[in-house]
Every structure is written in structure tokens, then in C-alpha cells.
């Protein structure tokens, strides 16, 4: 392996994983693409690539055409009750842990099923192979995602192909964010990171870690009375406290006026996209807190703004953006920089200070075109 791309790779088993590679001789490059960076990179080996998975389609992937290994190691999903997961927690979980999964090995397909030597591996759930009550999207999920890796594997076999993907079926891992844990803490998934690239050395296709130890019986209950398994596994996550009713999806929330819509206001979009898996966005009825009038009327800028794929949610906002938390409970706050030390951001950072899920966002204005440069040419134009 010399090229290799960790899709998923800034927290947990992917830095595990960058961080047990880079030590290879023989290794060139480790890509590593995330939503955000929880570690500092101190090998030149390592490159980050900040991405929302959710936003972007496959073709992202095409600039990555130099690789001959790829780890997919995304997941999302939290222990609750169906119930309690919103529609958007929902489409957010089948996305990242089957849909973009798919997308991902569709794009580099071409280069499993070559001659040349390509190794794949994907993290999916022991969770799939068993009965999983109160973490059921998420296992049906990573279920699809090891049914699907089944299917390629015979194709390949049948196409005369050596190249096979690694099916990989952790439990818990300790020490990952996605176990909840406050700090990143890669030692637990070190051990498994180690195990995984020794597996794609012997081409394996399956590989259930502490399988003898711990999930063969686990496994074997589960055939023998799924039913009953399942009964004794609900109980045992609620008698634990493992249910969370806090949900793990970011909304982010950004308000404008969005008059004149132009490529910054694409780019603030854009931007404030990368950090949440749900955007809302608040459009302001006129532009009379800062004493100018707007040429496109309010429908009309809802109607543009909405149309944005960054974008999930239009509102109308209101006077004050800490007051939209009271019907959209956002965990993100998104502004200019230039709103950073004013009276009003002063007493957001105060209030929000005083809370563990939310914190402002500030975005450096970069050069672009802006409304105010519009504004001025029509008025110009006009005159004229």
C-alpha cells in the first residue's frame, strides 16, 4: 500500500488506523477525509480533507485516482428508542452508513475488480448480523452495507477478480466518539486498526474482532432464539443506561438577508454546511436593521435559498438569532466574523456559555462579490 484514502478517519479507528499505516516504509500518502479534524497531523505523509459527506456526490472521489487502499470506517446511530429518532436523525443514519458507503465503493469499483493488487476494507456492525432493539436503523443499516459487500465479493470471485473487500464487524469500541466519549482517546482501536490491515494482508473477507472471546456466543444466541435475544438485549441496554435521548445530529442555523444572491452567500452556505448534518437557514423580511431595502421580495429569497443543496430548512428569522432555539433547537450558530465582538454576540456568547450543546461559528468574510457591490451597480445603472 502506498497511496491509501480513510474515508471517516479523524476520530476513533480511522486515526487509528492513519496513525498505524504512516509507519510504513513503503507508504506515500494516507488522504484522510472528515467532516473536521479532532487531532493534530505532525507526519508530511498525512493530507486532510475537510468534506461533508452528506453534501457531496461521488465524483469528489475522482480526484483521489492515485490510491491503492481505502478504509471506509464513516458510521453514525445512537442506542434509543425508534420513536425518539427524528426523520432527520433517520435519513441522516441510512445515508452514512449504507448510502454513501455504496456511492464510495461504486466510485473506486473499477479499481477493485482490475488486476492490480487494491485493498478495501469497510466497517460495518456486529449489530447487522444480530437482533437490535433500540439501535435498529443503525443495525438494519449496517446490515444492508454487509449484504451489499457479500454480493460484490461473489461478483468479483465470478469476474476472475483476486481483489476482495473486508467486511469489518466491530462491537464497542472504546475510545471513539461515536461511544460517546468527551476526549478521542485511538488506544483501544489501535489494537483493532492493527488487526484489520493484517487481514487485508491475508485477503480476508470477513473479520469479527474478539469473535472466540466474546461475539461467537453472542452470535449463537442470537440463532438460537433471536426472539429471546432480543428481549434479553433490550433489557440489558436500558438496565445499563446505554439509551440516550439526546440526538446525535448537529443542526446548524445561519440568518441573512440574502438580497441579490450572490457566490458568497453560495459560499457562507457552503461553508457553514461542512460543519452540521442539518442546515436550517433564517431569511430576514427586509434589510431595515441595516438601513437598506431589498430588491427581491421575501418569498422569492426563501424560494432561492431553499433550493440550495446545503440547505435543509427555510425559515422566516426573527429579530433576535438566540430566540430561533426556542422552536429550532440548534447546536451551531453561523456568522461573519465581522459580527464578532458587538453588543448582541457579546451577550449570545454569554448565554450560550452557560450551555454544553450549542457555540457560535464565526466565517472570515473572503473576497468575493457582495450585495452591497450589486446594490451599487444597479443604483448606477439606473441613474444612468
Known amino acids: 500500500m502506498k497511496n491509501i484514502l480513510i474515508v471517516g478517519g479523524t476520530s476513533g479507528l480511522g486515526w487509528a488506523l492513519a496513525n498505524e499505516l504512516v509507519a510504513n516504509e513503503q507508504v506515500e500518502n494516507i488522504y484522510i477525509i472528515g467532516r473536521t479534524l479532532h487531532n493534530e497531523i505532525t507526519n508530511s505523509k498525512i ?31 445512537r442506542v434509543a428508542k425508534f420513536d425518539n429518532l427524528s426523520e432527520k436523525e433517520v435519513n441522516m443514519e441510512i445515508d452514512i452508513n449504507y448510502k454513501i458507503v455504496t456511492k464510495i465503493l461504486k466510485q473506486f ?29 443503525y443495525g438494519a443499516s449496517k446490515a444492508a452495507v454487509s449484504a451489499l459487500i457479500q454480493s460484490l465479493n461473489i461478483e468479483l470471485e465470478k469476474n476472475g477478480c483476486n481483489n476482495r473487500i473486508l467486511d469489518v464487524r466491530p462491537g ?5 466518539r461515536f461511544a460517546n466519549n468527551q476526549e478521542i482517546d485511538i488506544k483501544p482501536a489501535q489494537k483493532l486498526a492493527i488487526e484489520i490491515i493484517a487481514a487485508l ?35 440489558y441496554k436500558v438496565d445499563n443506561n446505554r439509551v440516550t435521548e439526546k440526538p446525535q445530529i448537529k443542526i446548524g442555523y445561519m440568518s441573512g438577508t440574502f438580497d441579490l444572491f450572490h457566490v458568497g452567500h453560495l459560499n457562507m452556505l457552503k461553508k457553514a454546511k461542512q460543519y452540521c448534518d442539518y442546515l436550517v437557514v433564517g431569511v430576514h423580511k427586509d434589510a431595515s436593521h441595516k438601513n437598506k431595502t431589498v ?26 438569532d438566540n430566540e430561533v432555539r426556542n422552536i429550532i433547537p440548534y447546536n451551531l450558530l453561523f456568522v461573519g466574523s465581522d459580527y464578532k465582538g458587538t453588543e448582541r454576540f457579546k451577550r449570545y456568547e454569554e448565554e450560550f456559555c452557560q ?30
Do not use: C, W
Open 355 to 384: 450551555l454544553d450543546d450549542v457555540e457560535i461559528i464565526y466565517f472570515p468574510y473572503t473576497k468575493s462579490t457582495s450585495s452591497t457591490q450589486l446594490r451599487a451597480a444597479i443604483s448606477k445603472d439606473n441613474k444612468e
Open 201 to 235: 494482508e491475508e485477503r480476508k473477507q470477513l473479520l469479527i474482532p474478539n469473535y472466540e472471546e466474546t461475539y461467537k456466543q453472542v452470535i449463537d444466541r442470537n440463532r438460537n432464539d433471536s426472539h429471546e435475544f432480543g428481549i434479553n438485549s433490550y433489557d
Open 109 to 137: 469499483y473499477s479499481k477493485i475488480q482490475s488486476s492490480d493488487d487494491f485493498k478495501v476494507a469497510v466497517i460495518s456492525s456486529i449489530a447487522g448480523m444480530i437482533n437490535s432493539p433500540l439501535f435498529s436503523v
Open 295 to 320: 430588491f427581491v421580495p421575501l418569498e422569492e429569497r426563501m424560494e432561492i435559498v431553499r433550493s440550495i443543496k446545503y440547505v435543509d430548512e427555510v425559515i422566516v428569522s426573527l429579530p433576535e
Open 172 to 176: 464497542h469500541i472504546a475510545g471513539t
Open 47 to 77: 493530507k486532510f480533507f475537510a468534506q461533508n459527506l452528506l453534501v457531496n456526490d461521488s465524483s469528489y472521489f475522482k480526484q483521489f485516482s492515485n490510491i491503492d487502499a481505502l478504509f471506509i470506517t464513516v458510521g453514525a446511530g
